[in-house]
């Protein structure tokens, strides 16, 4: 396994809408343990191949506190359950060093298939479902910061762009 570079705000690859996955066969398992890898490597709880700048469906997720049960989700598909929406703070790997309040639906149903191909549905609530519907919109080409004001997005789009040319 290995860990895969992140792309970070405002890179306009994250814009890209991932493809289907048609065939699950041995590249893709590998990316979904690169993903896992690239996730906790970078203390994460979610990560999508969009954010690797690999433009397929499939989303990792762990959110145990012991970081031992990850969640593989291939094509995934959701459906709000309860429009009801719950507020929490979210981050992004990314984003890197940014938390920012962001709504959504607090129930929500995950229809995927797992590395063998199999269909599988759950029904995701609390911080999983938070994680998932974040992960998904990755792979729609959405990122948390779309979620917020035109202004604070901005001001996270300056700092990250200046911390990126004093890396360089």
């Known amino acids: 396994m290995a860990v895969l570079k992140i792309l970070i705000f405002p890179d306009q690859r994250l814009r890209t809408i991932a493809k ?3 065939v699950i066969d041995d590249e893709i398992k590998a990316l979904a ?3 896992l890898e690239t996730m906790y ?16 469906r499939i989303l990792v997720v762990d959110v145990s506190d012991e970081k031992d049960s990850p969640l ?13 929406e719950e507020v929490s703070s979210e ?9 920012e309040e962001v709504s959504r639906p607090s129930e929500i149903n995950i229809t995927a298939l797992n590395l063998e191909g199999e269909k599988f549905t759950i029904v995701a609530t609390g911080l999983l479902a938070v994680a998932v519907q974040h992960e998904m919109d990755h792979l ?6 779309d979620f917020l004001s035109n202004l604070k997005r901005q001001r996270i789009k300056k700092k990250l762009l200046k911390i990126s040319k004093v890396a360089v």
Do not use: W
Request: some cysteine; glycine content about 14%.
């Open 91 to 99: 981050g992004c790997l990314s984003v890197p060093g940014f938390f």
């Open 140 to 145: 729609d080409g959405k990122i948390f910061v």
């Open 41 to 56: 490597e970078g203390k994460g709880i979610g990560l999508s191949a969009t954010q690797a700048n690999i433009h397929k």
């Open 33 to 35: 343990g690169n993903l």
């Open 20 to 22: 289907e996955i048609l």
């Open 72 to 84: 593989i989700l291939i094509n995934p598909k959701i459906e709000v359950l309860n429009e009801e």
